[in-house]
Structure formats: structure tokens, C-alpha cells
């Protein structure tokens, strides 16, 4: 185990939220951290080890995330709050030093083109993370890969009926990947007859995206690729919100030593590639 100075110190926001209370229980001094700071506007005064467990640190939960850090020497932030305030939140940790890591989907692109020009103007690094399963990274990658060959392509993605964003953070990033990669255009279908508005999906790089949001799912996305006479799905499932916690580790572990606004847990998985 890591001694006390060399342990990362981290706040969480949205401690109180179910990745939240996972991220208390993941980001332990075994594994190289030291959680300070614990913010959610519910739950406040409550005991992070009543919410999370005993493997959770001994604080209680803050409201004020400003005055929490203004309170503690952080080094990074995690933030799976609401992507409404994940900008404020990024920019209150970076004006003091913080650099966030941010597992909040949902980002418009004004708040990313805030926080990257604040990550210039401040010199402080930030990561935004719109899928932190190794897993789901993967077949990120495996499908840049495909799309040189084989252009035609579709997303399903599948999500519990609380998430609020269609389509996922995962399913864009992905679409802008295979847009990226591609060598040649896709077939042009002929002109369709859509009988139900959204039937074909919403196009996001010219790529039908497909939300599905049911109780009974966690986070799931397959990847179809179609050529002459063959078909290739790349499928990705989580189960369990512990299949996040090692790309947690490895952002909260690594976002001081990048440089600038990084999108995607692949720019280090892959950063020596």
C-alpha cells in the first residue's frame, strides 16, 4: 500500500448517487487515493460509510463544493453528479488547482468548449469520460478498426430508464470514431418511407443511432457493421456498476499527468500505442 504522502487525494461529487457511492467504496488507500471530500445536494450531514459501506472514508457528506475544497488539499476530482452542473463544478475545481475528472454524460458542447479552454488558460488538465469500462473502450477501438473496411454501420444502445441523455455519451463518441476511420462513404440506401418518426434512429455523424431506456438495464451497446454477405456486431455489456471502477482508478490516477482537455479513457489506455 502506498504511504500517507504519496496517496491521491480526491473529492467526489454526486457521493450520494449510485456510481457515487461506488466511487467511495472503489477509490480506497489500497489502491492509491484518499478521498477528502464527499459533495451531493441530497444526503447532506449524512456518513459516507452509512451510504457506501465501511470500506468508504470517514467524512460526511458536504453541499457546498467550493467551500469543501476551499477546506482540503485536493488534487483531483470526480464527478458523477448532473451533467447541468458538471462545467460549474469543473471550473470551481480547476480555478483552485483540481483537476476534474468528469463521468457525467450529457456535456453540451458549450460546457466542453468551456472547460478546455479553462484547462489552456489555467494550465490544469482535465479529463471528461463519457464510458470508464475497459470493456467499453475496447469496443470503441475495435470499432475504429472495423469502420476502415467495412463504412456501413449502426448503434443500439441500451440504458436503464433513469438515464436522462439519448444518445449516450458512449454511442456519440463512438459514431465519431467510426466517422474518423472510415476510408470510403457508406451505401446510400434509396429514398425510405418512414412510416413512424425516429424509426431509422437519430444520425449522429451520418451513423443511425438507436436508444433504447427500460428498467432492467444497466449500460449496454452493440456496434453493427454490414457488407455484401456478412455482418459484424461488436457488443458490449455492463451488468454491474463495478465494471466502471477500474477506468475510474486509472483517470483519477493519471488526469494530473496529461495535458489539456482529454475525451475518452482511450487517450491513455492507448497513449503509448
Not at 456535456?107 to 479553462?118: F, N, P, T, V
Request: glycine letters at 8%; hydrophobic letters at 40%; a neutral charge.
Amino acid at each position: 500500500m502506498p504511504s500517507e504522502n504519496e496517496l491521491i487525494r480526491v473529492a467526489v461529487v454526486g457521493a450520494a448517487g449510485r456510481m457515487g457511492r461506488e466511487v467511495l467504496r472503489a477509490l480506497t488507500p489500497q489502491y492509491g487515493f484518499k478521498i477528502l471530500v464527499a459533495v451531493d445536494r441530497s444526503c447532506v450531514g449524512e456518513h459516507c460509510r452509512q451510504l457506501a459501506g465501511p470500506e468508504a472514508p470517514d467524512l460526511a457528506v458536504k453541499d457546498k463544493l467550493g467551500a469543501a475544497l476551499d477546506q482540503s488539499e485536493v488534487d483531483v476530482l470526480v464527478d458523477f453528479s448532473h451533467h447541468s452542473g458538471a462545467a460549474s463544478h469543473a471550473t470551481s475545481a480547476m480555478k483552485r488547482g483540481v483537476s476534474p475528472v468528469i463521468g457525467c454524460t450529457g456535456l453540451s458542447e458549450a460546457d466542453m468548449g468551456e472547460i478546455r479552454s479553462l484547462t489552456k488558460e489555467l494550465s490544469v488538465p482535465a479529463m471528461y469520460v463519457p464510458n470508464f469500462a475497459i470493456g467499453a473502450v475496447l469496443m470503441m477501438k475495435f470499432s475504429q478498426l472495423a469502420a476502415r473496411w467495412m463504412p456501413d454501420a449502426e448503434i443500439i444502445e441500451l440504458h436503464h430508464d433513469r438515464k436522462e441523455d439519448a444518445p449516450s455519451g458512449t454511442a456519440i463518441l463512438t459514431a465519431q470514431l467510426i466517422s474518423e476511420s472510415r476510408t470510403s462513404d457508406p451505401v446510400r440506401l434509396p429514398r425510405q418511407v418512414i412510416k413512424a418518426e425516429g424509426a431509422r434512429g437519430g444520425k449522429v455523424c451520418d451513423i443511425p443511432v438507436h436508444s433504447v431506456r427500460l428498467p432492467g438495464f444497466l449500460a449496454h451497446q452493440q456496434v453493427i457493421f454490414g457488407a455484401p454477405g456478412e455482418v459484424l456486431t461488436l457488443r458490449h455489456d455492463s451488468s454491474d456498476r463495478q465494471s466502471f471502477m477500474q477506468g475510474v482508478r486509472l483517470a483519477a490516477g493519471t488526469v494530473k499527468s496529461l495535458q489539456g482537455f482529454v475525451v475518452g479513457l482511450d487517450k491513455i489506455l492507448f497513449r503509448d500505442a
